[in-house]
């Protein structure tokens, strides 16, 4: 079951790089309100993975496993995504860190690690919140009504 958990981690990484790479060849990377799609393609990788992992372990699934199995995915596809990230904002287009931060911070900051870090910081956040979020739909009931049938 982990590799299966790491492989979702790995195809939401690449969708979200995929993603980006489509958004950046209409022109339109720079543009900081495209990002919530992100969130999206997250959200539907995490929702997939929790279903499954549910799914293969039927009546012995519980609240832990299934939030694990979010966190876990979310956790690679956030690194995976990150490191890409890094790949392109000092190797392949040096500016676009620095586009970004004067869109989003000002004057304030302009160092491109910082970017990083917040992408990081992001991707772990919205992990987080998305597995609690898809857990309150697939934790198993505790209803009375629900374990006598």
């Not at 302009?110 to 956040?125: D, K, M, R, S, Y």
């Not at 609690?132 to 009375?144: A, G, T, V």
């Amino acid at each position: 079951m982990g590799n299966k958990i790491i492989k979702y981690g790995g195809f939401i990484a690449m969708s979200l790089i995929l993603y980006f790479l489509i958004v950046r060849l209409v022109g339109l990377h720079e543009n900081p309100w495209l990002r919530l799609l992100n969130g999206v393609i997250v959200a539907f990788g995490i929702y997939k993975v929790i279903k499954d992992v549910k799914k293969e372990s039927g009546a012995s699934f519980n609240y832990f496993e299934g939030f694990k199995a979010g966190i876990i995915s979310g956790f690679v596809a956030t690194l995976i995504f990150t490191l890409f990230m890094g790949i392109y904002i000092f190797h392949i287009d040096t500016e676009f860190a620095e586009k970004i931060m004067a869109m989003s911070l000002g004057s304030v900051a302009t160092e491109p690690g910082l970017l990083l870090f917040i992408i990081l910081i992001e991707g772990f956040a919205s992990t987080v919140v998305l597995s609690l979020l898809f857990m309150q739909k697939f934790k198993p009931s505790w209803n009375i009504s629900n374990k006598l049938q």
